[in-house]
């Protein structure tokens, strides 16, 4: 069963100040259909994040994907935790998003500070054009971070930031059950606790 991304909010969240829908419709599911994704709709995705800010214009992300049931699914999905891939395994795509550390100007090479923030900024535009499409995704954090850029065929010189999924989201009986307290849109700090005027003042403890 598909769910229709404006049907996927049990509890609609509410904003201080007036935004844009999608930042407050987009959020990270896991429960997925196996519905395969177009590469029309995928490379979409993918040209929304080329248009991220990057210092210098490096544009140092790099993604490296592959399609559900494809040669290399296994060997991307395997780098997954185990339980990661008890839900991932049905995304019609995984994509390992990468930052070049460094960027190559009149000759010299440099090292960018900035990589993975500017990357970081790439991805979110991915994932914002991915939800106009109707599609979740997720970051995933949970990955063989040693043996990912021997099997991504990285050279030294590029980092391995994330993992994402992406797909259809399907109803929560598609989700092993360990999952569903955790299967809804989760809410954010209050302004207050990470917006300072002029000086950084006492940060409020974590829940």
Known sequence: MSIHTSDVLTAPRRSDHAVAPLFLNRWSARSLTQETI???DLWACFEAARWAPSAFNAQP???IYAHRDTADWERLLGL???KNRQWAHRAAALIFIVSRK???FQGETFPIGSHSFDTGAAWSNLAHQAHILGYNTRAIGGFDRKRAPEVLGLP???QVETAVAIGRRAALEHLDEVFHDQETPSERRPLESFVFEGRF???MPQE
């Open 38 to 40: 177009p590469e029309t």
């Open 61 to 63: 992300w790099r993604f």
């Open 80 to 82: 997954l935790n185990s």
């Open 102 to 104: 460094d960027f190559i």
């Open 156 to 158: 030294d010189n590029y």
């Open 201 to 203: 003042t006492a940060d």
